[in-house]
Every structure is written in structure tokens, then in C-alpha cells.
């Protein structure tokens, strides 16, 4: 009987769209068996705790945004959660973890992640509209001004949350996600519900004001390079083992780093992040090796009397983590770049970048 109902429920919503009388995004329903569960459990263990935390509760790292908040899954399951983890943030430290992005996980693999993370949500999907949501732009900019920029920045560029000026992340998401998220918040989080202190005509003209952030994105693909083998650890293998003066023992900064690269200094350059984003941009001569790496296995291959400098990009708890690794199994030449990608590319220093082609070629 309950089969016969959703069976005529889904005939109903299907003849409805076709009649253009509203639109609704019917992501389809995925169960997983328990193998699937357990092997989405460990994924997330591997990939996703380092930033977003043990109990999924965020903010561990890098503003990586709470991953049990119910309201998130009502409205975001499954492509606000399955596109970011499938094909990263652009500008954040979120790297593409699908396997045609350079990342570590099958298609498959990302589903399964971002329905386990759904069913540990508890949480029950709400229909989600994919009509634009229109409104006054420059009342929403006041508005966003004065609620949203303290967090999220006064060009959405993130400060203690989200991104919301992430083209990447504008162009996936339905302007009734934000909208969503405006009205109801997000619990377990410092964002708020608005449906209480804006006006339904205010939360439509800050959602049209997040919206118009959009424009001038182009999406682009990336064309994969071939990644370097392990006898290519070290650059320079000629040149003179650097001297860094090391803060807390730990870390370099971006100018002497960039100062022993230009001196063409013997050393091995980690890039810590997903392979996806190394794919990108990288700092040149840098060995893409994730902080979810086989580190018994690299140990072996790494060798111990050349300098190992790491850095990743949130802005240090990749590399960190990555660094306390090989000490851990007796590497002592190691550092981590203070500044991260990001603080490097911000200071001017150079980065080679991934091949990209337009989205149609």
C-alpha cells in the first residue's frame, strides 16, 4: 500500500512539473546496504575529520562548515553537499574528491559519503524549489551588510563561515537553498534563523543579493597532468640544503621558502591537499601527497637527509598533520610553510598552474 502511494505521489509531482505549475528538485533515493555505510564511515574518517571534525560538528579547520546540521541536509541532499565534495569550492581549501577531478573517491564512493552523511543527520528532505527567487538586490546588499558580513564577509568572502561570494558554490546551489538557510538557519551552528527578525520580502531580497554575486564566473575543466613518481622528491638535488630558521620549531615562512626555491636549494616540497587542487595550482617542484596518504608507505620512499617543507592551504592543519606524521616515524628535517597556498599566492610568490579548458570544449 505505501509502495502504491509514493508510486502515485511521485505521478502527481511529475504531472505538475510537466505542466510548468511549479518546479521541484526530486534528487533520487539512495539506501545504503551496510557495507556501503561502513565503507562512507571510514571514507569520512580518512578524508573529512582533519577539517570538519570527529562528530561532523565543523570548524575544525578552515571554516569547513558543520556536516550534522539538519537543516543543511533537509534542504541540501544531494547536490549542495554531493557538488562540493565531488568538485570542491574554487578559492577555498575544499578540493575536488572525485576521481575525474584527481581526487581519491569513485563516483559511487561520493554518493554513498553524501548519503551517510544524510542518514547520521537525522533529518527528513523538504521539496526545494529551482525558481529563481527575485527580490530588491541593493535593499538585500544593505541587509547582508548589516547581518552577514561580521561572519561571512563583507565581499561573502568568509571570515568565521561560509563563503557565500563562492562562485563555484552560487552557481550549484538554488537560490531557495539560501534562502533556506536564511530562514531557518543552521543548527548546532552560530547562524541563526532570520524567518524571526527579517521579513519574508527582506530574506527574498538578501537571497537576490547573494544570487547577483554569481556573475562573471565561467566554469572551466581541468586537463589532469601526469603526477610526478617518487624519483622526483627531490628539487634541486645539486644545490645546497637550505638553513630555515624555524618558528616553534615547525614552521617557515613563504619569504624564505620562496628565497631557498629561487637559490635553487636542495629540499622536498609537499603539497598536502586533495590531488585535485595540486592539479590546479601548486607551488612548482612540489609532490602531491594528501594528508590521507599511506604514510607507512611513503616512509619508505621518502628519503630522511633532505629538508621536507609541507604546506596545504587551510591555511596549516593539512601540513601539520602531515608533518606530525613523519616525525612520528623519525623523519627530523621537516617544516610546514606558515603562510599556506594561499598566503603565498597573496604575497606575490609564484605558483605553477593546472591546465584548464572552457567547460563546452
Known sequence: MALRTHRLWVALMTLFMVQGLFAIDLPRIRTLTPEQSERAAANYQKYCVLCHGADRQGYVNDHAPSLRSKSLFESGIPHAVLRPLSYGRQGTAMGGYLDEMGGPLTLDETWDLTYWLFEQSGATRV???TKPVHGDVARGGELYQQHCADCHGKEGEGVNAPALGNPSALAHNSDEFYRYAITHGRDGTPMVA???RLSAADIDNVTAFLRSRAGGWQQTAPVLKQLPSPDQFVINPEGDEPSFVLTDDLYVSAADLNAALAAKQRM?????????????AHIEGSFPMPYYSNFDGIAELLPRDVQIVAYC????????YVIGKLRDRGFTKTAVLYEGIFG???LGFPVMRGDVKEASE
Request: aromatic fraction near 10%; charge should be negative; charged fraction near 25%.
Open 127 to 129: 521539496p526545494i524549489s
Open 194 to 196: 532570520f524567518k524571526d
Open 268 to 280: 622536498i616540497l609537499l603539497d598536502t591537499r586533495v590531488t585535485s587542487v595540486w592539479q590546479m
Open 313 to 320: 592551504s587551510c591555511p596549516r592543519a593539512a601540513a601539520d
Open 344 to 346: 603565498w599566492m597573496e
